[in-house]
């Protein structure tokens, strides 16, 4: 005898609604997302930039007169000093997104939508703030190496953060003037190096005798003159193997440069999601690149989702530094292919790109940024009137939308981050023993 069984009318187990009869029972609770720590904004100086200002702010600052040397002579005036100023400039830039939901959408969806989407826009409020915080950070001067190392591709497996190395820094930003946040230094690190940090010798040792509760709930907190904080937003960098991408000169094109060039690329891996360059590649050489010919870049099949790419192209013949590696393209897609001659007409020789490329790690080394700061290190300036927050659009037919068919809701505002004093901040560059 045949049996009609559940199976029977829903033969995908009820997961295809095309060729089954099941009520499917979707739960009220949302399942969460990935909590993201946000904690670079709070240590920015915040500074209104009034409006009718233009989008350019200056902060001054007058450098100490240099003391005399000898004693004055009786009756003669020493010579004058001349009394200098030091400028640092930002210009505001505007951002802005938007989720625009349908009035079908809002009204046949079980989850209310519109709340949902006001605290994603204001979760990505966060989010902008605190990468555009680091790119800046990222682009400072101040870096040093764990373990003496001197460049971020000398850096081993084996080069993490301890006690010695935060006493190097905190040695720095005390000898440069840096002034402390309350009585420490900020160091804002991602959770591998604060494990590195945990592991020392001299913290158990410290923590054992005094504070053991510490050890028990995996806290680092004040020590070595920082309060550390742990941020899982923070970008770590791995090299893109010479094997997994292409840089070659591809026949006929519209190459309008000199002949016999030798053009250095490099590439960046970068996330999706939140818009960081994490992996970075070796600048590749097309060599003897003539005119007439083109070169094509032709990019990881792997990642195949969630990454694009960013290319860097050298501006001097012959030379990979990365100082000479400007950005030319971005938002390249996994195994896709880019004729650098559609996009570079007259090049070297007249090519103006502002962005450098970023340095390359080791082979098999992940390297993790650790940054270390006293206050008023850098400033984020707000556009008064045009502060970043979420808009929702009311609901009621407009000329745009006669029909009261769509509900727009948005990101807006005006902002920029900028470093104030070199000498207040340094980053630590490192590997880390829990990659």
Not at 161 to 168: D, G, I, P, Q, T
Not at 400 to 412: E, F, G, I, T, V
């Amino acid at each position: 005898m045949a049996n009609t069984t559940f199976s029977t009318l829903a033969p995908g187990g009820g997961a295809d609604v095309t060729t089954d009869d099941v009520v499917r029972y979707i739960r009220d609770e949302l399942l969460s997302i990935a909590e993201k720590n946000m904690v670079f904004a709070e240590h920015a100086m915040k500074v209104q930039l009034p409006q009718h200002n233009s989008k350019t702010i200056q902060f001054s600052r007058y450098p100490r007169l240099a003391l005399p040397r000898t004693p004055a002579v009786e009756g003669e005036t020493p010579t004058a000093q001349l009394l200098s100023v030091e400028t640092v400039s930002a210009v505001v830039d505007q951002w802005i997104m938007v989720v625009q939901l349908t009035d079908l959408s809002i009204l046949t969806i079980k989850h209310p939508l519109i709340p949902i989407v006001t605290e994603r826009l204001g979760e990505a409020k966060a989010n902008l703030v605190d990468r555009e915080i680091q790119k800046v950070l990222l682009a400072g001067d101040s870096v040093t190496f764990a373990n003496n190392r001197t460049s971020r591709a000398t850096l081993t497996t084996s080069d993490f953060v301890n006690s010695v190395e935060m006493r190097k820094i905190w040695k720095s930003l005390r000898r440069q003037g840096a002034r402390v946040d309350g009585r420490n230094y900020i160091s804002i690190v991602d959770p591998e190096v604060s494990q590195d940090i945990g592991g020392d010798d001299q913290f158990h040792s410290a923590h054992e005798l005094k504070d053991v509760s510490a050890l028990y709930n995996n806290e680092i907190g004040e020590w070595m003159g920082f309060r550390v904080m742990v941020s899982n937003f923070i970008a770590v960098h791995a090299l893109i193997a010479d094997a997994d991408w292409t840089v070659a000169v591809a026949g006929a094109g519209s190459w309008a440069g000199a002949s016999n060039l030798s053009v250095f690329v490099k590439i960046t891996r970068v996330e999706s999601d939140f818009g960081f360059e994490t992996d970075i590649s070796n600048a590749v050489a097309a060599a003897d690149v003539d005119a007439g010919e083109k070169i094509n870049v032709t990019f990881p099949a792997s990642p195949s989702t969630g990454v694009t790419y960013n290319v860097y192209v050298s501006d001097t013949d012959a030379t990979s530094a990365d100082g000479n590696l400007h950005l030319i393209s971005t938002g390249n897609l996994p195994s896709a292919v880019l004729d650098l001659t559609t996009i570079i007409t007259d090049f070297p020789e007249s090519a103006d790109f502002p962005v450098t490329a970023p340095a390359s790690p080791a082979t098999g080394v992940t390297v993790h940024t650790s940054f270390m700061f006293g206050k008023d290190a850098y400033a984020m300036v707000d556009l008064s009137g045009d502060n970043l927050r979420v808009l929702v659009t009311p609901a009621g037919p407009s000329k745009s939308d006669p029909a009261d068919q769509r509900r727009p809701l948005s990101l807006k505002g005006s902002f920029k981050v900028v470093i104030l004093n070199e000498d207040y901040l340094q980053r630590l560059e490192s590997a880390s023993a829990f990659d």
